[in-house]
């Protein structure tokens, strides 16, 4: 929801699915599981709303992709790099620059905060 906030529909669209559950299997099962879908889907745009809002994410994503912001970022980004010029800048560098954690469990802590208050 938050790249769906961020980015729209464009000329995509969301895939909405309900299924039911063995147990489930009359007609009204299938009604019930799409209402249940329809509110995960309301509950998750309003906290997505609410961490955007907020600005909860901004730093920690701007930080990890940072890098795309560097002149050769933007030139592999726009598609005027190509791989045998980049080939070159690596055996030229040597070793590649060490990677750095994308901090998922910090990300999905902030996230799950937002959750339990929604």
Same mark, same amino acid.
């Given at each position: 929801? +938050?790249?769906?906030?961020?980015?729209?529909? $464009?000329? %995509?669209?969301? /895939?909405?699915?309900?299924?039911? !559950?063995?147990? @489930?299997?009359?007609?009204?099962?299938?009604?019930?599981?799409?209402?249940?879908?329809?509110?995960?889907?309301?509950?998750? +745009?309003?906290?997505?709303?609410?961490?955007? $809002?907020? %600005?909860?994410? /901004?730093?920690?994503?701007?930080? !990890?992709?940072? @890098?795309?912001?560097s002149?050769?970022?933007?030139?592999?980004?726009?598609?005027?790099?190509?791989?045998?010029?980049?080939?070159?800048?690596?055996?030229?560098?040597?070793?590649?620059?060490?990677?750095?954690?994308?901090?998922?469990?910090?990300?999905?802590n902030?996230?799950?905060?937002?959750?339990?208050?929604?």
């Open positions: 929801m +938050l790249v769906l906030l961020k980015y729209g529909l $464009g000329s %995509g669209g969301v /895939n909405f699915d309900a299924k039911v !559950r063995r147990e @489930s299997f009359e007609p009204v099962d299938l009604f019930y599981a799409h209402i249940g879908s329809m509110d995960a889907f309301a509950r998750g +745009l309003k906290i997505a709303a609410k961490i955007m $809002g907020d %600005g909860a994410l /901004n730093k920690i994503v701007d930080d !990890r992709y940072r @890098s795309w912001d002149d050769l970022g933007k030139k592999i980004e726009s598609g005027k790099a190509s791989f045998t010029e980049l080939e070159t800048l690596m055996l030229d560098k040597g070793e590649a620059s060490a990677n750095t954690s994308g901090r998922q469990e910090l990300l999905e902030i996230v799950n905060r937002y959750i339990d208050i929604a």
